[in-house]
């Protein structure tokens, strides 16, 4: 256990491990205040992308420590939200987080932010455990995260993601907490059909992108 | 990939990616994604509105130790898990894991008419299936009771509706009644989720109901 980090030493850590992806990490600097909270200009979807890169490629635990600390909490909120109870919730997000070291390396920041990619996993795991079946998921693509993704593929990904954010912060409320209810699985799809009014208008450049990425890979 | 022209609907896609189908339905969608790339990256659109939700979500408070245990876990599992190659047969992988195989591997029931089909999960009334439909043949007639979305994985169809090849779906509801008939000259085999059982309308068929679970 000696190796064990605690949440007020990241600083330091976090800066070598951000050597290892100098790119991504760009010209934004760590800063961790004395209690160990990481500042909001730091939260950024770079900001994740380099830790999950440090842990795919050194197994930094220090990345992994802070992304925990941003994620844990949430991924737990969203399992209790979706109807498990706290000691479910607890045990279903310590084994998403543990996935997520274990799938760092197939983490491809050109298709996905780290929010979503978290995302996608806690949901699995919530149909695993609350459901009780491996939900089927689509193969993977004939080429693989191996290959490293084009660095303005995924600025261009990422700043879309924080776009769509945005975009969706601004809905009206109503049309917000649908969504939510719909991502907690309170709605039935026909439900979403009938009441999200679908937000299309928010992920539409987001598709765009995706398709092209996917049609550019494809030649 | 290239070639498809029957969608899937947004109101689908996102059901599955906030994980809200019914488990036969997520099956069929996970296999559409597979073949064409419009529908991948619609669910990629969905799915960032789950990074969304999950970025927006207040805190819950964790166990105390909760970094430790996780990190105790991740020591106990130094194995990393390994990238699932897509399929290279007619299945996409996720049919190709309940299947087993491809289609050599499907356990096939007769239909009686040369059609065959192959339950693989039902639950709560909702079920997928495999069906084979012999080139130039009918799958018998049916209206439906609730939904049914049918996708194409090998040959083509036609309805009364348009043509269905190799990676289309069709979704119906109780308020079509349609009689899909396989193209001459290849043999149709099709994933088929539906949400209640179908009531057939032919004699025979309606007979062989009970037997065969359609």
């Given at each position: 256990?000696?190796?064990?980090?605690?949440?007020?030493?990241?600083?330091?850590?976090?800066?070598?491990?951000?050597?290892s992806?100098?790119?991504?990490?760009?010209?934004?600097?760590?800063r961790?205040?004395?209690?160990?909270?990481?500042?909001?200009t730091?939260?950024?979807?770079?900001?994740?992308?380099?830790?999950?890169?440090?842990?795919?490629?050194?197994?930094?635990k220090?990345?992994?420590?802070?992304?925990?600390?941003?994620?844990?909490?949430?991924?737990?909120?969203?399992?209790?939200?979706?109807?498990?109870?706290?000691?479910?919730?607890?045990e279903?997000?310590?084994?998403?987080?543990?996935t997520?070291?274990?799938?760092?390396?197939?983490?491809?920041a050109?298709?996905?932010?780290?929010?979503?990619?978290?995302?996608?996993?806690?949901?699995?795991?919530?149909?695993?455990?609350?459901?009780?079946?491996?939900?089927?998921?689509?193969?993977?693509?004939?080429?693989?995260?191996?290959?490293?993704?084009?660095?303005?593929?995924?600025?261009?990904?990422?700043?879309?993601?924080?776009?769509?954010?945005?975009?969706?912060?601004?809905l009206?409320?109503?049309?917000?907490i649908?969504?939510?209810?719909a991502?907690?699985g309170?709605?039935?799809?026909?439900?979403?059909?009938?009441?999200?009014?679908?937000?299309l208008?928010?992920?539409k450049?987001?598709?765009?992108?995706a398709?092209?990425?996917?049609?550019?890979?494809?030649? | 990939?290239?070639?498809?022209?029957?969608?899937?609907?947004?109101?689908?896609?996102?059901?599955?990616?906030?994980?809200?189908?019914?488990?036969?339905?997520?099956?069929?969608?996970?296999?559409?994604?597979?073949?064409?790339?419009?529908?991948?990256?619609?669910?990629?659109?969905?799915?960032?509105?789950?990074?969304?939700?999950?970025?927006?979500?207040?805190?819950?408070?964790?166990?105390?130790?909760?970094?430790?245990?996780?990190?105790?876990?991740?020591?106990?599992?130094?194995?990393?898990?390994?990238?699932v190659?897509?399929?290279?047969?007619?299945?996409?992988?996720?049919?190709?894991?309940?299947?087993?195989?491809?289609?050599d591997?499907?356990?096939?029931?007769s239909?009686?008419?040369?059609?065959?089909?192959?339950?693989?999960?039902?639950?709560?009334?909702?079920?997928?299936?495999?069906?084979?439909?012999?080139?130039?043949?009918?799958?018998?007639?049916?209206?439906?009771?609730?939904?049914?979305?049918?996708?194409?994985?090998k040959?083509?169809?036609?309805?009364?509706?348009?043509?269905?090849?190799?990676?289309?779906?069709?979704?119906?509801?109780?308020?079509?009644?349609?009689?899909?008939?396989?193209?001459?000259?290849?043999?149709?085999?099709?994933?088929?989720?539906?949400?209640?059982?179908?009531?057939?309308?032919?004699?025979?068929?309606?007979?062989?109901?009970?037997?065969?679970?359609?």
């Amino acid at each position: 256990m000696s190796n064990m980090l605690m949440f007020n030493d990241h600083a330091e850590q976090v800066a070598a491990a951000g050597g290892s992806c100098p790119i991504l990490l760009g010209p934004r600097r760590y800063r961790a205040a004395h209690d160990g909270t990481v500042t909001p200009t730091e939260k950024t979807e770079l900001h994740w992308v380099a830790c999950v890169t440090a842990i795919a490629k050194d197994e930094d635990k220090a990345s992994f420590a802070l992304l925990f600390r941003h994620f844990a909490p949430r991924v737990k909120a969203f399992l209790i939200k979706s109807g498990a109870d706290e000691s479910l919730a607890e045990e279903c997000m310590q084994d998403v987080m543990a996935t997520i070291w274990q799938k760092a390396h197939l983490y491809d920041a050109s298709r996905a932010s780290v929010a979503t990619w978290i995302f996608t996993i806690a949901r699995n795991r919530k149909i695993d455990l609350l459901r009780r079946y491996a939900r089927p998921e689509p193969e993977g693509l004939p080429w693989g995260p191996e290959r490293e993704p084009d660095q303005a593929d995924v600025m261009a990904l990422q700043q879309e993601t924080e776009r769509l954010a945005a975009a969706i912060r601004q809905l009206p409320e109503k049309q917000r907490i649908l969504i939510e209810r719909a991502y907690f699985g309170e709605l039935t799809h026909s439900e979403i059909a009938a009441e999200t009014g679908l937000p299309l208008g928010t992920i539409k450049s987001r598709i765009r992108l995706a398709l092209e990425r996917l049609r550019h890979a494809m030649n | 990939m290239n070639g498809i022209k029957h969608h899937i609907s947004d109101d689908l896609l996102m059901g599955y990616a906030a994980g809200a189908l019914p488990q036969a339905f997520d099956l069929v969608v996970a296999t559409h994604v597979s073949l064409s790339d419009d529908a991948r990256a619609r669910l990629a659109g969905f799915e960032e509105l789950g990074g969304v939700v999950l970025s927006d979500m207040e805190e819950a408070d964790l166990a105390e130790d909760s970094l430790e245990q996780t990190l105790a876990r991740i020591a106990g599992t130094p194995v990393r898990e390994k990238r699932v190659e897509p399929s290279r047969g007619i299945f996409p992988e996720p049919l190709r894991k309940i299947v087993g195989g491809d289609e050599d591997a499907v356990k096939w029931r007769s239909l009686g008419t040369g059609a065959k089909q192959c339950v693989l999960q039902t639950e709560d009334g909702v079920s997928a299936r495999l069906l084979y439909i012999p080139a130039g043949q009918a799958m018998p007639e049916h209206g439906h009771r609730g939904m049914e979305l049918t996708l194409v994985l090998k040959g083509a169809y036609r309805d009364e509706t348009d043509r269905f090849g190799r990676g289309d779906v069709e979704f119906a509801d109780e308020d079509m009644d349609h009689t899909p008939i396989a193209e001459a000259g290849e043999d149709c085999i099709c994933i088929v989720a539906t949400d209640q059982r179908l009531r057939f309308k032919g004699l025979l068929p309606r007979i062989a109901q009970p037997f065969i679970g359609i």
